[in-house]
């Protein structure tokens, strides 16, 4: 028979945990999920900066943190590795839009313990929580199949070894970028994807860094010119 492993009971669960997000209705749909977990008001700690979360951590230490990296006033990995620094048995897990290599490897080497996207729907986020509830480290399987594709590419010709490796679009990049090339808003994006508007405006600035360009237009403009829309 195989092992079981439970989720903390109520009273066992490592409290308070620490919510860093500044979006206002993902912070709700964390509530939710943790309160569906057993997690009471007075476990809960949210935040929606940098500042307020280390205001917060200066008067009461957590036992475990769910982070955003992309907050009003920096990023989330910093926080991280302090939380790492400070507690380094502390459940920690990445929620955000952000799907880049470079963000991913940055907050595990910084010290979470797994990344799951915002895009994701409540019961695959629970998941990720009750994993590392259980000592887990859920990573999110878009994010896993972009790693191992990485790790799988045959070695670059002498042509690719001058295009950085994250200039390539992800096939959520470029669903957006298309309706962006419709002349949709992130808005109207955003409900077409049924995703936030903040998750939207995260892949868009993500086009425009990996394809050096400073806007829509533009950006559209030199996608066109790599092929990557027709």
């Known amino acids: 028979m195989a092992e079981s492993f439970p989720i903390p009971t109520e009273s066992t669960l490592p409290s308070p ?19 569906s977990l057993g997690y009471d008001n007075e476990a809960l700690i949210f935040t929606a900066s940098l500042a307020q979360a280390r205001a917060q951590l200066a008067e009461h230490p957590v036992a475990m943190a769910l982070v955003d990296l992309g907050l009003p006033d920096g990023n989330g990995i910093e926080l991280i590795r302090q939380l790492r620094a400070a507690d380094p048995s502390m459940g920690i897990l990445v929620i955000s839009a952000w799907s880049t290599e470079d963000a991913i490897l940055s907050a595990l080497r910084a010290g979470a313990n797994g990344y799951v996207l915002k895009e994701r ?86 086009i425009y860094r990996k394809l050096a360009v400073p806007s829509r237009t533009k950006a559209i403009s030199e996608a066109r010119a790599r092929g990557l829309l027709s």
């Open 17 to 35: 945990l620490i919510v860093v997000e500044d979006e206002p209705l993902i912070r709700n749909r964390l509530e939710s999920i943790l309160r």
């Open 121 to 206: 729907d409540d019961l695959e986020v629970m998941l990720s929580i009750r994993s590392v509830l259980r000592g887990g480290a859920p990573i999110d399987p878009f994010i896993a199949r972009r790693i191992i594709a990485e790790l799988q590419a045959p070695a670059s010709t002498e042509a690719q070894k001058d295009v950085p490796p994250e200039a390539v679009l992800s096939s959520r990049e470029i669903q957006i970028l298309k309706l962006v090339a419709d002349g949709m808003t992130n808005r109207e994006i955003a409900e077409t994807l049924f995703l936030s508007r903040y998750t939207v405006e995260c892949h868009v600035k993500n």
